[in-house]
Nanobody, 129 residues
């Protein structure tokens, strides 16, 4: 399974970005997918997860509390997963990674970072005025 994240860049506070992750190899429609981020000097953080079919999503409390600024979605026909980010803040600055959990037997989002088997290379998001 190969994952290629894209869509990052330098934006101003308050802007929006949509990150994309293209998957190849294997059966994408059977993989739970997730987005993570890692800021300089900090541990990698779970941002969002989504089930095979897209009907189940998960946002950890630290993200849920941010009033819907983040939204994960997927298009199985295109083998793509997306992360819509709105009202971006400087503290959102990080490298964003997509990841796949190929062993989830249920059509629910995978909740643990350790469940994700394959990782993309990351895309840098910098929020600065």
């Amino acid at each position: 399974v190969q994952l290629q994240a894209s869509g990052g860049g330098l934006v101003q506070p308050g802007d929006s970005l949509r990150l994309s992750c293209a998957a190849s190899g294997g059966t994408f429609s059977r993989y739970a997918m997730g987005w993570f981020r890692q800021a300089p000097g900090k541990e990698r953080e779970f941002v969002a997860g989504i089930s095979w079919g897209g009907g189940s999503t998960y946002y950890p409390p630290s993200i849920r509390s941010q009033r819907g600024r983040f939204a994960i979605s997927r298009d199985n026909a295109k083998s793509m997963v997306y992360l819509q980010m709105n009202s971006l803040k400087p503290e959102d600055t990080a490298v964003y990674y997509c990841a796949a959990d190929i062993n989830n037997p249920l059509d629910i989002a995978s909740l643990q970072m350790t469940a994700y088997d394959y990782w993309g290379q990351g895309t840098q998001v910098t929020v600065s005025s």
